[in-house]
């Protein structure tokens, strides 16, 4: 069995707004296997980013807050650990890719010097002649040319695809044991998508870290995940090993995210198969299963919140209709 390096149990995330308390983030539990890439997939607002942000304790303060559950490493729940304890895991052993370079990177600052800072952080032995050797090879690592040259630029001067690449530089300065990539390949065409897919992989084959790849794209799933989470309104719907999930999509709602794929042998000109409604809003869950309004499958007992169904040892299921909708597809 593969070794596991995190642990989320029960996370429960809060936000205080104008209109009260909401719960983002409801019972939420998952492993993360060593050396192995989990993705967290779901729609826009099903929790996947406040995930990642609750687990590297940067929810927004003080709005934002882990109220229960715990997240294990290293022997340390991230979830209690002090400011000071935390300040030393973030960037060192576990760090982030942020959705949006342009805004992540600081505009007034060169590339070099913001590599230089992790450094000066975290590996404060490091000279300054060391922490410039340092980023200079973490910028040819990441595959920018000239890196030297472009140690001095700013992030303005650099296009999108770099601009990500340098993001990378930085998350793995330290060679972490857990990298998060919340969706690292949003509003790249698809050829540097595919040079910055493949550039995470050698990365992750040359340091054996472990992935959490955040998406919404189901074809990155596919090709970068060895596990997947799917989510939806603040919950687990299903995990599973990526082969599994793909060929038996337990859970109405990953059953409908796969059939809205279009196919090699569809029927052209055909309109896609979509899920009716919308996700629920955090102020008015239902109670029960939060995909019930949407669900053809629903009956009286998903009133009911659903428990966790092993069907196999890596593959769970929170549904109380999961075999209903296997034995309509196993008819179709």
């Known amino acids: 069995m593969t070794d596991t390096i995190l642990s989320v149990r029960n996370l429960c995330t809060e936000f205080t707004v104008e209109s009260g308390t909401v719960r983002v983030l409801d019972g939420v539990s998952f492993d993360v296997p060593k050396g192995k890439t989990l993705g967290i997939v779901g729609e826009s607002g099903c929790g996947k980013s406040v995930t990642a942000a609750s687990?590297?304790?940067?929810?927004p303060q003080p709005h934002g807050k882990i109220v229960s559950g715990e997240i294990l490493y290293d022997g340390k729940n991230l979830a209690t650990l002090s400011k000071e304890d935390m300040y030393k895991v973030r960037g060192d052993k576990i760090s982030m890719i942020f959705q949006e370079p342009m805004t992540a990177l600081n505009p007034v600052h060169t590339v070099g010097r913001q590599i230089c800072e992790v450094y000066e952080l975290h590996r404060p032995d490091y000279d300054k002649d060391k922490r410039k050797q340092k980023a200079i090879r973490m910028l040819e690592k990441v595959g920018i040319p000239e890196p030297a040259k472009r140690f001095d630029e700013y992030?303005?001067?650099?296009?999108?695809?770099?601009?990500?690449?340098?993001?990378?530089a930085i998350a793995l300065a330290c060679e972490p044991d857990i990298l998060i990539a919340d969706e690292p390949t949003t509003a790249l065409d698809v050829t540097i998508q595919a040079q910055i897919l493949d550039l995470m992989k050698k990365l992750q084959d040359d340091n054996g870290m472990s992935i959490i790849f955040i998406t919404h794209d189901l074809g990155v799933v596919a090709e970068m995940c060895d596990e997947v989470v799917v989510m939806y309104a603040g919950r687990a719907a299903e995990q599973a090993d990526v082969f599994k999930l793909f060929e038996n999509p337990s859970h109405p709602y990953t059953h409908g995210l796969l059939s809205s794929i279009p196919k090699l042998d569809s029927q052209p000109r055909?309109?896609?198969?979509?899920?009716?409604?919308s996700v629920p809003s955090l102020l008015n869950m239902p109670s029960g299963c939060r995909f019930q309004n949407r669900c053809d499958f629903a009956t009286d007992q998903c009133q009911q919140t659903p428990e966790q169904t092993l069907i196999a040892s890596d593959h769970k299921v929170f549904c109380w209709q999961w075999q209903t909708l296997n034995q309509k597809r196993a008819e179709a």
């Open 55 to 59: 687990i590297m304790r940067l929810l």
């Open 155 to 168: 992030p303005h001067q650099l296009s999108g695809g770099m601009r990500q690449r340098v993001m990378i």
């Open 270 to 277: 055909t309109q896609l198969p979509t899920i009716p409604g």
